[in-house]
């Protein structure tokens, strides 16, 4: 996208969901992904979890549901 004719997206003014969306049909555009891992760095109070964490939340989610299940 990036020949004579054709102007780059402005990445600044798009959305997360809108940069996801974009990357998805150009998964080599690397000023893209920056600029998205740029908007997701700047949210504030973000937590990453383990692997460990992330199963255990798996668990408890499968749990709830298998409780619903079963009312």
């Given amino acids: 996208m990036v020949n004579g004719d054709m102007t ?4 600044s003014a798009m959305s997360k969901s809108e940069l996801k969306r ?5 998964r080599n555009d690397t000023e893209a992904f920056h600029a998205l891992m740029d908007k997701i760095n700047s949210e ?4 990453f979890y383990t ?5 255990l939340l798996q668990d408890l989610i499968e749990a ?5 299940e079963n009312l």
């Avoid at 974009?22 to 150009?26: G, H, K």
């Avoid at 692997?51 to 199963?55: C, G, K, L, S, T």
């Fill in 22 to 26: 974009y990357l998805l049909d150009n």
């Fill in 44 to 47: 504030p109070d973000q937590r």
């Fill in 8 to 11: 780059r997206p402005n990445f």
């Fill in 64 to 68: 709830k549901r298998h409780s619903k």
């Fill in 51 to 55: 692997v460990d964490e992330a199963n």
